[in-house]
């Protein structure tokens, strides 16, 4: 929306400096986009007089001239054939920039004469491509500025142009009155009155017409005789050609004017040329119009049409047609104001693709209840300008109802905007806003479609009063002493989960929930009850059972674009139903390729199950799950049945880690082998005493002690058995107990007998009370051998 100062003057009656115009605009929401002012460059020019003129004595086209300035007589070499002694000229002086000529001046020599300065001509000042000759002043003292002189005798000359973005909510704001309302309601001035009086008819109205479409409720038309359609008078032309449009003719300029002044769409058509009587109707099928811009559009069923009994003549809020439009010949005007149904106004245009000034602002709601007034109005104004005389008005249909009342509650705005804003205050700003006030309850005015209820009348009141004005005030805490954590315990763990990732050197990846019923299948899902009733494309139909789908499918784009070795991770839900409760945290690691790059040391290697389980331990000792767990062999089907488990605590699953099953890499196009782990996060057991506190760091002053035992077991023996029966031989003394070696194959079973290998313990004793001797650790040592035999049938190798 664009507009010019001297144009909201028309309705605002103010005092405010532009910049205070600006920023009242943009705090009410009517944001500025631009100012573009030709004041701020013609500043520094000021008037002058020449006392001199005489020829240049090296140039036949040059004069050198006498200037008096208000810094005294200058000397300046000028070109313009209009350079004579008396005349009042614009100056500009060394160090002034020129707008037209783009340059910033400087005392120069031009043939050999020095030249303090230049006389400039309207073109190189931007104001008219008038370049015959310099400016001529008819009036003005030496040394006033020129812009002054400008605002004075050329005020549209510099008047600044306004350009302020509309939000889709406010369509009473894509008329310079309305936001003149705005303005007058904060207190940069007052909004002078609009006088409506009707203008009765010198004749019965001969064209006349009916509704036949509820998409149009009302229809208001009268016939002007006797008009003179010329060139609309200079500051018609000027209003329009600051705002970007371009003058065509007095009748189209002043349903243009209308548009932007008032919000208030109106058409003319040429009488002569409609046949018949007018009719607002939906297009029939087949039919066709000859727009105003020249392009013919193809009508369908459902569009509002004014037609004549010739055919279609307009299209119903959108644009007129060229059959019927008017000319420098036109002498007899049919002159139309309706309301047409946004819904439908805004439909039409997009099937269409026609962008008119009517159909941005009849998509958004305008006023239905000034649309007899702006007729009589822009009747009144067609009678000043082109003369001739009006039939009387025919109206068809009623204006629509849209009468509605909120009640306002002072003291609940207070408590909502959190601004002392008095009583009287905010009945006021209503008022001013054109609200009509009956005891608590506000009646909300035709041309506010976007006041649909209390919270609205809220926004009205704190949009006018400020809302820069809030201050920022801390909130009082409900309990005195240190406040409680925001974060639940599980939310504090998702936290942790994810640090704990980060830091092992994984990288986070946020995949969709939705994944498609192919990949949830594979995954033990893909049932109905998480299938989504209306997905966004084919590829996302079911909600995730897990969160190993996305990350493979990361993978494999990874991998498709030369980068082999991932270290992938996410935190997020996976869903086991539809049901608001059927849905479980998990915490999700992928490691695919090597360990570590190639160097000369050996450390690149493929990685294995053991790297997901150590990771997956040092994700759950973070979460704080017990160090004695059990891993069983009951793992999911997309799972490698022997290089795979579940860590748990009995029946409850804390994790499962292991080798992604072939099948499942080959159906989702990634090159394994790839070794994945999945932390329950909610299954862990929360700690039976509840501290913010850490507990002490307990460390002994005593030497502790390491013991290796190798033990001879069957092939098939886990390590995991000889790891827990060790220590628990000795939980008080025993502090950690680690695999270090494992002797297994061809050459182990030559040595030990067939299906038979080696597993060797680091036992680490710390002692807390006294140092141990020989002794009590070869009692210890002989208690872990005891318990390992026990539990494995293991022997001590020799």
């Not at 005007?333 to 039409?348: G, H, K």
Request: charged fraction near 25%.
């Amino acid at each position: 929306m664009k507009f010019t100062l001297s144009w909201l003057k028309t309705h605002l009656d103010t005092a405010a400096s532009l910049d205070d115009i600006a920023y009242a605009l943009t705090d009410l929401g009517l944001e500025v986009e631009g100012i573009a002012d030709p004041a701020s460059k013609l500043k520094s020019f000021t008037l002058a007089k020449v006392l001199h003129a005489e020829q240049h004595p090296d140039a036949d086209r040059l004069r050198v001239c006498r200037v008096l300035t208000d810094e005294g007589e200058k000397q300046i070499v000028c070109g313009a054939p209009n350079a004579r002694t008396g005349i009042t000229v614009v100056l500009c002086k060394p160090g002034d920039y020129v707008p037209g000529i783009d340059t910033t001046l400087g005392v120069g020599k031009i043939r050999g004469v020095e030249s303090h300065g230049m006389m400039a001509s309207e073109r190189e000042l931007e104001l008219s491509e008038e370049h015959d000759g310099i400016i001529e002043l008819p009036s003005g003292e030496v040394g006033e500025r020129f812009v002054d002189w400008l605002a004075e005798n050329r005020p549209g000359a510099v008047d600044p142009m306004i350009h302020i973005k509309i939000t889709p909510n406010r369509p009473d704001a894509l008329g310079v009155r309305g936001i003149a309302r705005d303005l007058a309601a904060r207190g940069l001035g007052t909004l002078k009155p609009l006088t409506v009086e009707p203008l009765p008819g010198t004749f019965p109205n001969p064209i006349t017409l009916r509704l036949e479409t509820a998409a149009c409720p009302l229809f208001a038309g009268r016939v002007i005789r006797g008009v003179t359609n010329g060139p609309s008078p200079d500051w018609l032309q000027q209003r329009l050609k600051a705002i970007g449009l371009r003058p065509i003719s007095a009748l189209v300029d002043i349903t243009n004017l209308f548009t932007f002044d008032l919000n208030r769409p109106l058409h003319v058509f040429d009488a002569a040329k409609v046949q018949g009587h007018l009719v607002v109707r939906e297009a029939k099928k087949g039919e066709e119009l000859l727009a105003l811009d020249g392009k013919t559009y193809a009508l369908r069923p459902g569009m509002v049409v004014i037609a004549d009994d010739n055919g279609v003549e307009s299209l119903g809020g959108i644009m007129g047609g060229e059959v019927s439009g008017c000319d420098d010949a036109t002498t007899d005007v049919y002159l139309e104001a309706a309301y047409f149904d946004p819904i439908t106004t805004a439909t039409t245009g997009r099937a269409l693709k026609i962008n008119s000034d009517a159909r941005y602002r009849f998509e958004r709601g305008i006023d239905p209840a000034f649309t007899v007034d702006g007729m009589e109005l822009a009747t009144r104004m067609i009678l000043d300008l082109c003369g001739g005389e009006a039939s009387e008005v025919q109206v068809a249909g009623a204006v629509p109802d849209t009468a509605r009342a909120y009640r306002l509650d002072t003291d609940r705005v207070v408590s909502l905007v959190g601004m002392e804003i008095p009583a009287a205050e905010q009945r006021a700003t209503l008022e001013a806003l054109g609200f009509r006030l009956e005891g608590d309850m506000a009646h909300v005015p035709t041309w506010r479609p976007d006041v649909l209820g209390e919270a609205d009348l809220v926004e009205e009141i704190a949009r006018v009063a400020s809302l820069t004005k809030l201050e920022g005030k801390p909130l009082p805490r409900s309990a005195a002493g240190v406040p409680l954590p925001i974060l639940t315990p599980l939310q504090q763990r998702e936290k942790m989960a994810r640090r704990t990732l980060a830091s092992l050197g994984y990288n986070e990846c946020v995949t969709y929930s939705f994944i498609n019923a192919g990949d949830a299948a594979l995954f033990g899902g893909g049932a109905d009850a998480v299938r989504v009733e209306n997905p966004i494309s084919s590829e996302m139909t079911h909600l995730r059972p897990d969160l190993l789908p996305g990350l493979l499918r990361a993978a494999a784009r990874n991998q498709a674009r030369g980068f082999m070795d991932l270290a992938l991770f996410e935190v997020g839900p996976a869903f086991t139903g539809g049901e608001p409760g059927e849905q479980v945290l998990h915490a999700t690691g992928l490691l695919v390729g090597a360990s570590a790059a190639r160097d000369p040391f050996a450390s690149h290697r493929a990685v294995d199950v053991f790297d997901a389980k150590a990771d997956a331990e040092a994700v759950l000792a973070a979460l704080g799950a017990p160090a004695k767990v059990q891993i069983t062999r009951k793992v999911g089907s997309w799972w490698h049945p022997g290089r795979s488990g579940v860590i748990g605590l009995g029946p409850n699953a804390l994790a499962t880690f292991g080798e992604v099953h072939p099948r499942i890499l080959q159906a989702l196009d990634v090159k394994g082998p790839a070794l994945a782990f999945t932390i329950h996060v909610a299954a862990i057991p929360y700690p039976k005493v509840k501290t913010p506190t850490r507990p002490a760091l307990k460390l002994s002053d005593l030497q502790a002690v390491d013991r290796d035992f190798a033990f001879v077991v069957d092939a098939r023996t886990e390590a995991l058995t000889l790891v827990n029966a060790a220590a628990g031989a000795d939980k008080a003394l025993i502090e950690s107990v680690r695999v270090f070696d494992q002797f297994t194959g061809d050459k182990a079973e030559a040595q030990m007998g067939a299906g038979k290998k080696s597993i060797a313990l680091t036992v680490r004793l710390q002692p807390t009370e006294k140092t141990l001797t020989d002794k009590d650790i070869e009692a210890v040592s002989a208690k872990i051998i005891e318990k390992v035999t026990k539990a494995s049938g293991a022997t001590l190798r020799a």
